[in-house]
C-alpha cells in the first residue's frame, strides 16, 4: 500500500485524493481507493482544516505547517507526495519531493511561470521520483473519443483549431474573491484556467506550441468593473452594502454551488466546508483594488507543425463551457459543451454531449457521447484509477497521463498568453522554455 503525504489540503485535495483513500461510504462517486493507499500526512497553511477533518471523520492524519515540510518526510516517510494547494506552492513541494526521490502528483497547473517548470524538469532529472501532472481534462469520455477519432485518422493532417471557452457568472466571478485574483499566487486565469484548455489541444493534435500572440483585459471585475456599484456611489460603500448592489451578488444571493441530491448534505459538509482561518483574515470582492490579472483572453497560437488555434476566453458569461472545432485535410470534428448546472443554466441543458464529425467530402456523423457520472464529466474517477491503481490499457493507449514537460508547454503558453498581452508583442514557447 502506497504512502501519501498531501502539500495543501484545500477542496480538490481533499475530493480528489483524500476522501477517495479513506473511502465514505456516503459519498460513493468519490470513489474509495482506500486498499492501494493512505494518507500518511498533510501539509497545509491552516492546520486546522486538517485537525477539523480528522475530528469529523474520525481520522488520525498528522498535520503539519509548510516549515515543517522536510519533518514531516521524517516523521511519515511517504512514498509519494500529491500537491493541491494554491498555484504558487506547486513547483516549491514538487521540487522539495523530487529531491526525496518521491513520485510527486501535482494538480494543474504544475507551476506559475515557465522559470518554475525549467526548474521541476531539471529536479525529476536528477531524482528517482517522476512528476504526474493530473490533466482531468484529457479523461473527458467526449475528448477521449475525439482523440480516437484524430488517432484513426479523420481529420488527415491538421490545419487549425477553434476554441471559445466560458466561463459563467457564478463560477468565473468566485475566481475574483478568491487568491487566483492575484498573478503572484495563480499566474493569472491564462495559466490557472486555460493551462487545462492547452494541453487539451496539445494532446488532442499531439503537437509543440511554438508561437503565441494575445490580447487580454479586465472587462468584469476590479474597481473599474461597470458592475461595481462603488463607481455609482458619492460615499464610500462597506463590503455588505456593495454586495446588496451587485448584479453577480443578486443573481446567485452569496450562496455555494447547490449540493447534488444524491449526496447527504450533513456528510458533503463534514468533508468538504472547513475554515480558511489564516489564507483568508478578511472579506475579498470582485472589485477590490488589488486584482491584477485578466479575465478576457483573444489568443492566436502556431504549433511547429504548422497547425494554428484561435482561442477565447471569458470569465463572465450567461453559460459555462466551450465550442470546439478541429479542421484538418481529411475534414472536420466540432462539439458543444453545456457544462453549467443545469439549476445555474439559463436555457433548457442538453442532457448528452455529442461530436460531430463532417469528412471534408463526405456525408456529416453525429457520434452520441454516453453521459459518466462524477465529477468534472466523469473524468476524475478514471484519472484516479491511473494515479492510484496503475493507468489502464485505454490510457496508455490515448497517452492520457501527462508528465512535467506536458505540464511545462501548458504553463508556457499561459504565461506567454499574459505576457503577450501586456507587451503587445507575439512571444515563442521556446524562449520561455529554452
Known sequence: ??????????????????????????????????????????????????????????????????????????????????VAGADFSHAQYTIAGLKHNLDVI??????????????????????????IVAFNYRYVPAHKYMKKLILEGALGKITNIEFIYNLDTYHGASYFKRWN???????????HKSCHHFDLINWLINDIPDTVFAFGALNY?????????????????????????????????GETVPVPENIRLKVYKDAF???????YPEQLYYYDEDIDIEDTYSVAVRYKSG??????????????????????????????????SSDRCPFPKPERQTITYIPLFGTRQIHDIPVV???????????KHDIFVSPTEESKKLGLCAG???????????????????????????????
Not at 466546508?273 to 489564507?279: A, E, M, T
Not at 450567461?318 to 458543444?336: A, D, S
Not at 457520472?373 to 484519472?383: A, E, K, L
Open 1 to 82: 500500500m502506497k504512502r501519501y503525504a498531501v502539500c495543501g489540503f484545500s477542496v480538490r485535495a481533499i475530493a480528489q485524493y483524500v476522501v477517495p483513500l479513506i473511502g465514505i461510504p456516503e459519498l460513493p462517486e468519490y470513489g474509495d481507493f482506500s486498499r492501494y493507499g493512505k494518507v500518511v500526512a498533510a501539509l497545509d497553511i491552516d492546520t486546522e482544516r486538517i485537525k477539523i477533518f480528522n475530528e469529523r471523520q474520525k481520522t488520525i492524519i498528522p498535520a503539519y505547517r509548510p516549515e515543517e515540510f522536510e519533518k514531516m518526510i521524517k516523521e511519515t516517510e511517504p512514498d509519494a507526495l500529491i
Open 106 to 131: 501535482v494538480e494543474k497547473p504544475m507551476t506559475i511561470t515557465s522559470k518554475q517548470a525549467k526548474q521541476v524538469i531539471e529536479a525529476e532529472r536528477k531524482s528517482k521520483g517522476k512528476v
Open 181 to 191: 485574483r492575484n498573478r503572484k499566487y495563480s499566474g493569472g486565469l491564462s495559466i
Open 221 to 253: 471585475y476590479g474597481p473599474d468593473s461597470p458592475f461595481n456599484p462603488q463607481k455609482k456611489s458619492k460615499k464610500k460603500l462597506s463590503k455588505e452594502e456593495i454586495k446588496k448592489k451587485c448584479p453577480y451578488h443578486l443573481r446567485w444571493e
Open 273 to 279: 466546508y472547513l475554515p480558511y482561518k489564516v489564507q
Open 307 to 340: 497547425a494554428s488555434m484561435t482561442y477565447s476566453f471569458n470569465a463572465s458569461t450567461p453559460w459555462e463551457g466551450y465550442i470546439l472545432g478541429i479542421n484538418g485535410t481529411g475534414g472536420r470534428i466540432e462539439t458543444i459543451q453545456i457544462s453549467t
Open 373 to 383: 457520472v462524477g465529477g468534472h464529466g466523469g473524468s476524475d474517477h478514471v484519472i
Open 404 to 434: 512535467s514537460i506536458e505540464g511545462a508547454y501548458s504553463v508556457a503558453m499561459g504565461e506567454a498568453v499574459w505576457m503577450s498581452a501586456k507587451k503587445g508583442v507575439p512571444l515563442k514557447i521556446d524562449d520561455l522554455l529554452k
